[in-house]
């Protein structure tokens, strides 16, 4: 969901030097136009694979939400849900300055709604969920805690 803090998280999950995937952009994912003529924002299946397959000796932490994600379930460990309340998310959209995103009201009913109908099924999906209105470090060590690999 946008305003979790994926970004953030991934940004001091780099600096502790665990590899890091955003799929927010045109090298991981693409536009699909669906049979209604909406458009679906989705992952690449070709270089997702081939990241997600490729062996590494440092633990892979990707971030993104798509459509067709389920189908790469089977590569992770862990499927984590990070969750903040309504408010607390479209705070962190109306104040940040990397992403416009959420900066118009029709982007934060969005979110709301995204929240609403969207949230539950990957909250069903997921094997953890971390609620981050909590410190962003806290966030990153219970992220990190979950695999063996480099901390500070």
């Known amino acids: 969901m946008s305003g979790t803090g994926k970004s953030s998280a991934l ?21 699909e136009t669906l049979p209604d003529g909406t458009l679906d924002w989705v992952w690449r299946e070709g270089v997702m694979r081939d990241l997600l397959s490729t062996p590494r000796t440092t633990p892979l932490f990707v971030a993104g939400c798509k459509t ?6 089977p590569f992770f460990d862990h499927i984590v849900l990070l969750s903040a309340p309504l408010e607390v998310l479209l705070e962190r959209v ?5 992403n416009p995103y959420g900066n118009r009201r029709e982007e934060r009913q969005q979110i709301a709604e ?16 971390i609620e981050t209105s909590v410190p962003l470090l806290d966030v990153v060590d219970q992220l990190a805690a979950l695999v063996q690999g480099p901390s500070s």
């Open 11 to 31: 940004r001091l999950l780099a600096e502790r030097g665990f590899a890091t995937v955003d799929t927010d952009t045109d090298e991981w994912s693409r536009w």
């Open 68 to 73: 067709n994600q389920g189908s790469f379930y």
């Open 94 to 98: 109306a104040t940040r300055a990397n």
């Open 114 to 129: 995204y929240v609403a109908t969207i949230e539950p099924r990957l909250r069903a999906s997921a094997t953890i969920e």
